[in-house]
Structures are given as structure tokens and as C-alpha cells.
T-cell receptor, first 114, second 113 residues
């Protein structure tokens, strides 16, 4: 049982380049989400999904696209990277049920945009 | 506008003593509050939660207190251990099935042996 797996762990991009951060979970969780962590800002929600084919925006969605074609995968796309997107990105998932919203996080992907 | 605030960036405590981490929130629509712990180079892990209809929840050495009138919650760790040294994030959820989880900026806890 691998939990939530993110790839790559580290990436350096030039301004304007595109890339996809991959996220996969093997716990059959309906809910998946992407957060970014910046110093002094905590974790901020980028996008989330409550099931295949359903996505919605979080606090900071601009510059990011997501899709959810399967229950297991929730990739995050940067179409034209900007230095402001330098951050550590976390994917998280959980069962979709009423309650505390306990999330299971991946280990993170550190992205640097030059 | 930060809806969840952790005003202490860091806290240092002696091993065996109590650690108290504080969190304030502004949105009265939050219905669950959670604490996560994060070690360097790892993802956050869930620690403990409390529903907005309760004022206390205990799990072993960890207790969370909620004061709704003051919009304040705190995490007590007793006794503190060196392995508790980590960043602690307070979070609050709202929306259908708690879909939007809002985090504070985190407090670095150092437990000295």
C-alpha cells in the first residue's frame, strides 16, 4: 500500500515552460487535492476533485490546470511557469464522507522556476 | 486575508513539560478543526481533530481545546518528547464534506532534551 505518490520530487523550470506534476493514490479515495506551501503562508489549496470527471477551484487556482480521468490519478499542470510558482507542492487524498476531512499527503514536489 | 492564524512562528519547550500551540480563526462557518504535524522533507500527517460542536478532544498525549466564542483553539502535548519537534499546522474545514480545508502558517515546535 503506497498511499499517495508524487512525481517528480524535484524540478527546475525556466519561465514559460510547461510541466505536469503527477499524483497517484491507491487507497480508492474519492477526494483528491493539490496544495502549495510557501514560507509564512502555510498550505494553500489550488484545486480539488471529489471524483472522476469532477474538479473545482481552491484558494489559488490561477496558472494551474487539473483533470481527473480516473479515481487514482490527479495531475497538476503548469501551462506557462512563472517564478511566483516556485514552491513545494503537495497532493492529498481522503475518503469523501462527512466528518473531519482528514487528508493523507504525499511527500511533496519541490519546484523552482528561474 | 488569512482565515486561520497561528501567531507564534516557533515554540521551544523542555522535554517532559507541556507544549501549547495556539490557533485563531475568523470564519464562524468552519465546522471541523484539525491539527497536522510535518517533519522536514515529508508531507503533513494528521494528528487530531475536533468538531465545532465539541470543546475538547483527547488522543493519548494530545488534547485539542476549542473556544467558539473566542474563535480560538489550542493543541496541548503532555508530556512533550524530542520526537514531537516538527512544524504543526492548524486547519479548518467547511463546505460540503469538508471539501475546502484552510491551513494556518504553522508553528515550529522544538522540544529540548
Amino acid at each position: 500500500n503506497a498511499g499517495v505518490t508524487q512525481t517528480p520530487k524535484f524540478q527546475v523550470l525556466k519561465t514559460g515552460q510547461s510541466m505536469t506534476l503527477q499524483c497517484a493514490q491507491d487507497m480508492n479515495h474519492e477526494y483528491m487535492s493539490w496544495y502549495r506551501q510557501d514560507p509564512g503562508m502555510g498550505l494553500r489549496l489550488i484545486h480539488y476533485s471529489v471524483g472522476a470527471g469532477i474538479t473545482d477551484q481552491g484558494e489559488v487556482p490561477n496558472g494551474y490546470n487539473v483533470s481527473r480521468s480516473t479515481t487514482e490519478d490527479f495531475p497538476l499542470r503548469l501551462l506557462s511557469a512563472a517564478p511566483s510558482q516556485t514552491s513545494v507542492y503537495f497532493c492529498a487524498s481522503r475518503l469523501l464522507e462527512e466528518g473531519s476531512g482528514e487528508l493523507f499527503f504525499g511527500e511533496g514536489s519541490r519546484l523552482t522556476v528561474l | 486575508d488569512q482565515q486561520v492564524k497561528q501567531n507564534s512562528p516557533s515554540l521551544s519547550v523542555q522535554e517532559g513539560r507541556i507544549s501549547i500551540l495556539n490557533c485563531d480563526y475568523t470564519n464562524s462557518m468552519f465546522d471541523y478543526f484539525l491539527w497536522y504535524k510535518k517533519y522536514p522533507a515529508e508531507g503533513p500527517t494528521f494528528l487530531i481533530s475536533i468538531s465545532s460542536i465539541k470543546d475538547k478532544n483527547e488522543d493519548g498525549r494530545f488534547t485539542v481545546f476549542l473556544n467558539k466564542s473566542a474563535k480560538h483553539l489550542s493543541l496541548h502535548i503532555v508530556p512533550s518528547q524530542p520526537g514531537d519537534s516538527a512544524v504543526y499546522f492548524c486547519a479548518a474545514s467547511m463546505g460540503e464534506y469538508g471539501n475546502k480545508l484552510v491551513f494556518g502558517a504553522g508553528t515550529i515546535l522544538r522540544v529540548k532534551s
